[in-house]
């Protein structure tokens, strides 16, 4: 399951008896970038449909390529305050060792393939666009 949502994440319960294991990814906003600049917040804009579509699709993969039996990903749109967390995943598997790879594979294709992009806001009022393998120029 793949969900984009404005609201603070919750993450979800999931009871199964098969489940021996659960790994699960937090993503926070940190109060720094790179430079040492103070973050105040972050916001995310997304091209909805495409990530929807596309994040269902890299659930499906990791269920076909690992033993796992359930995988969640909610990711943040619009604005995150440092601290704050903007992506959440969670796998359930079995075993551990098919949870961690499970897990690992889900963020590393979310923060590669989906059309997300970020703006830093730092507490001296200033902002500027973090540029990504996805991002486009934005003016």
Known sequence: MFILQENPINPPAYANPQNGALAS???IV???AQGNARVNALLYIADTPACKTE???IIKEAYSLFSITH???IQRIGKVNAGE?????GVWAG???DAFKGCRYVIEEIKQRLLIWKKEFFIDGTSKWVYGPQ???IL
Do not use: Q
């Open 25 to 27: 990814f937090e993503g």
């Open 71 to 73: 995988a969640v990903c």
């Open 55 to 57: 994040g269902e699709e």
């Open 30 to 32: 940190r109060g720094d």
């Open 135 to 137: 991002t486009p120029v």
């Open 85 to 89: 967390t903007a992506v959440w995943i």
């Open 95 to 97: 075993h551990r060792d």
